[in-house]
């Protein structure tokens, strides 16, 4: 089968049941021996997708079409009893450019939280449930950061709860091409006055993409919001539930409750708004190693859609002269 221009490769890597340590050593003890018959009859079933696999290495082999990838969990759940899954797609710097979506990075930790204990630094003012006591998620004003960011060269730096930290310049860069899904708050340093510095704002994406659903998920029985977000999961995939509308350029992942002070959720966004940062020489704005995310409904995780007009894009085309590629 042809590799649709529309796909990047997954690679899959299986496990059965891994003793703590190695899966390797353990497939090769006698115990492991049965562990790795059933890996070798996924290929029978998915081998003319990829290459032949290597299940003396963990147990990895290659799906050449991410639209496989559902279907392929669905089989190992019904197959492979206390499996184990880790996948991620094989990108490249061109495709990464037209990855539907990925995960904003950028250095050290929060800059909205102490460093000790990763207390948020802001608190909600309001409740918007009374059930599940979900807050009303409105930035707050001034929306305070710790004071090592006055400090840094950076130009973007991450928050909690969905927000990232940006100077002007990126958010002049950001408002030219989608001030309409964005909120922005002004930024005080916490622990002196409420003074307004005037080179940073808080950022928050108004739009919201569900998280995948093939982790569980405790929802309120009232606004819905997830309460609770099930990490014992045998699935490590960086997947999104559905990728929502093509027009969305900048999200966030659907936020679920840590404590009544933290959502969990990741600002994401397209890879042509990534290039686009990227080429602008966004200052602290780190590649996203790890690629772009794939989507559980078997939605292409690159898109052909062009977000930002050509009179925007920098002069400079940073991108097209990294080379990189995840193996
Ligand atoms: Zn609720």
């Given at each position: 089968?042809?590799?649709?221009?529309?796909?990047?490769?997954?690679?899959?890597?299986?496990?059965?049941?891994?003793?703590?340590?190695?899966?390797?050593?353990?497939?090769?003890?006698?115990?492991?021996?049965?562990?790795?018959?059933?890996?070798?009859n996924?290929?029978?079933?998915y081998?003319?997708?990829?290459?032949?696999?290597d299940?003396?290495?963990?147990?990895?082999?290659?799906?050449q079409?991410?639209?496989?990838?559902?279907?392929?969990?669905?089989?190992?759940?019904?197959?492979?009893p206390?499996?184990?899954?880790?996948?991620?797609?094989?990108?490249?710097?061109?495709?990464?450019?037209?990855?539907?979506?990925v995960?904003?990075?950028?250095?050290?930790?929060?800059?909205?939280?102490?460093?000790?204990?990763?207390?948020?630094?802001?608190?909600?003012?309001r409740?918007?449930?009374?059930?599940?006591?979900?807050p009303?998620?409105?930035?707050?004003?001034?929306?305070?950061?710790?004071?090592?960011?006055?400090?840094?060269?950076?130009?973007?730096?991450?928050?909690?709860?969905?927000?990232?930290?940006?100077?002007?310049?990126?958010?002049?860069?950001?408002?030219?091409?989608?001030?309409?899904?964005?909120?922005?708050a002004?930024?005080?340093?916490?622990?002196?006055?409420?003074?307004?510095?005037?080179?940073?704002?808080?950022?928050?994406?108004?739009?919201?993409?569900?998280?995948?659903?093939v982790?569980?998920?405790?929802?309120?029985?009232?606004?819905?919001?997830?309460?609770?977000?099930?990490?014992?999961?045998?699935?490590?995939?960086p997947?999104?539930?559905?990728?929502?509308?093509?027009?969305?350029?900048?999200?966030?992942?659907?936020?679920?409750?840590?404590?009544?002070?933290?959502?969990?959720?990741?600002?994401?966004m397209?890879?042509?708004?990534?290039?686009?940062?990227y080429?602008?020489?966004?200052?602290?704005?780190?590649w996203?190693?790890?690629g772009?995310?794939?989507?559980?409904?078997?939605?292409?995780?690159?898109?052909?859609?062009?977000?930002?007009?050509?009179?925007?894009?920098?002069?400079?085309?940073?991108?097209?002269r990294?080379?990189?590629?995840?193996?």
């Amino acid at each position: 089968m042809a590799k649709r221009e529309t796909s990047v490769p997954v690679r899959v890597c299986v496990y059965v049941d891994p003793p703590e340590g190695s899966a390797v050593e353990y497939l090769s003890t006698q115990h492991g021996t049965q562990a790795k018959q059933i890996l070798r009859n996924i290929p029978r079933k998915y081998g003319k997708y990829g290459p032949i696999p290597d299940f003396d290495h963990g147990g990895t082999f290659t799906l050449q079409d991410a639209g496989r990838l559902m279907e392929l969990l669905t089989w190992l759940q019904a197959n492979v009893p206390n499996h184990h899954v880790v996948a991620f797609g094989l990108w490249d710097t061109q495709t990464l450019r037209r990855a539907r979506w990925v995960p904003l990075a950028a250095p050290g930790e929060p800059v909205d939280c102490e460093v000790e204990d990763s207390t948020p630094l802001n608190r909600w003012k309001r409740i918007s449930c009374s059930v599940c006591k979900w807050p009303d998620e409105k930035l707050q004003e001034p929306y305070f950061v710790r004071s090592s960011v006055r400090r840094s060269s950076h130009e973007i730096f991450l928050g909690v709860n969905g927000i990232a930290v940006v100077r002007s310049r990126v958010r002049e860069l950001l408002e030219r091409v989608a001030a309409d899904q964005l909120d922005f708050a002004p930024v005080a340093i916490a622990g002196r006055t409420r003074k307004v510095e005037a080179d940073l704002f808080a950022m928050r994406p108004l739009h919201l993409i569900q998280s995948s659903t093939v982790h569980t998920l405790t929802r309120c029985p009232s606004c819905h919001h997830v309460r609770k977000y099930d990490y014992a999961t045998n699935i490590q995939i960086p997947l999104l539930n559905r990728f929502g509308p093509p027009e969305y350029m900048i999200a966030r992942t659907e936020p679920w409750m840590v404590s009544k002070d933290e959502l969990w959720s990741d600002v994401i966004m397209a890879g042509e708004l990534f290039a686009y940062l990227y080429n602008h020489s966004v200052k602290g704005l780190l590649w996203p190693r790890e690629g772009g995310y794939l989507s559980s409904a078997n939605e292409s995780p690159i898109t052909t859609h062009r977000f930002i007009s050509d009179d925007y894009a920098s002069t400079k085309d940073r991108m097209a002269r990294k080379k990189w590629q995840l193996r």
